[in-house]
């Protein structure tokens, strides 16, 4: 019985394109170690196979979100063999691994922010060049949408001209597991986003461009998370990665006193633990205020 590692990974059609290979390459390191060990194929693997493996892996040293990563791939592999018929027992089955270590998402400072969000869409286009101000109004779009809504980054790029509804300021999202949601809009993304769509989008059309592509790249292909990583390096004073826009998003309107659930639902999460990790960013940063303001601090 071979291993089926192309068919488990084209099976990951709801994944992110980051996870897609992340899985690829774990699982893939899972069986070249098999292989060495003797061990001919799936129904060959028990549960004490995966746990010597991730003792094997503390022994390289690897930091516990790296093992608990390979592992969460394990039991998706697995899994996915045991569904398929090709395994009678999943030997991945209530596996356990170490917790990752709990990081706290970096929130942008207001500077930062603020920065980040003002960029000049109103220059002339005759002193500026039209090919230049269109991709400013892109950017701009870009920018608001990440905080003001809280988009995933996957989410932004595979928006399409349709998702936007100006009218009842809100945009259509899909989501991890293709679920869909409804998400608001501030009044800059809205008016970014019509910026971008009646005054910008047209100059970096070319004839091959997908019709059902709301933001697109110099080269006129749908846009990116690698371009739009190459957008926030190119208009935050400090290195930006696309989630800390999310990341701030969520801890701003807990601080602002929105609940729990609510914010749950805008970022499109399935398991409200994961939107709690939200409540440890903003008691640390009332902790920072507390200490830095209170004379007995």
């Not at 608990?68 to 030997?91: C, M, N, S």
């Not at 409804?182 to 019709?211: F, I, K, N, Y």
Request: hydrophobic letters at 40%; proline letters at 5%.
């Amino acid at each position: 019985m071979t291993w089926q590692l192309g068919a488990f990974v084209g099976s990951l059609s709801s994944a992110s394109p980051h996870t897609v290979t992340a899985y690829g390459h774990d699982v893939g390191e899972f069986l070249s170690w098999a292989e060495r060990a003797g061990i001919g194929g799936p129904a060959d693997v028990q549960r004490i196979t995966l746990r010597r493996y991730l003792a094997y892996l503390s022994t390289r040293r690897l930091a516990r979100r790296t093992i608990a990563r390979k592992a969460a791939a394990l039991r998706r592999y697995f899994g996915w063999l045991r569904r398929t018929g090709a395994i009678a027992v999943d030997p991945s089955k209530r596996l356990s691994a170490p917790r990752g270590d709990a990081r706290l998402p970096h929130v942008l400072r207001g500077s930062e922010l603020d920065q980040l969000l003002e960029i000049d869409t109103e220059s002339e286009p005759a002193a500026t060049g039209v090919m230049e101000t269109a991709v400013r109004r892109r950017d701009a779009a870009v920018t608001e949408l990440l905080y003001g809504s809280g988009l995933r980054v996957a989410e932004l790029c595979s928006l399409r001209p349709g998702d936007i509804d100006p009218a009842r300021r809100s945009v259509e999202v899909w989501g991890k597991g293709a679920k869909q949601r409804q998400v608001p809009m501030t009044e800059a993304s809205v008016a970014a986003v019509a910026a971008w769509t009646q005054e910008g989008r047209s100059h970096l059309r070319r004839a091959d461009s997908p019709d059902d592509a709301l933001f697109l790249n110099r080269r006129g292909h749908r846009l990116s998370p690698r371009d739009v990583r190459r957008i926030l390096d190119r208009h935050s004073p400090t290195p930006t990665h696309p989630h800390a826009l999310r990341h701030t998003f969520a801890t701003h309107l807990l601080d602002g006193g929105a609940d729990l659930r609510a914010v749950q639902e805008l970022l499109g999460h399935s398991d409200l633990a994961t939107t709690q990790l939200y409540t440890h960013v903003s008691k640390e940063r009332l902790l920072a205020v507390h200490q830095a303001t209170h004379p007995r601090a």
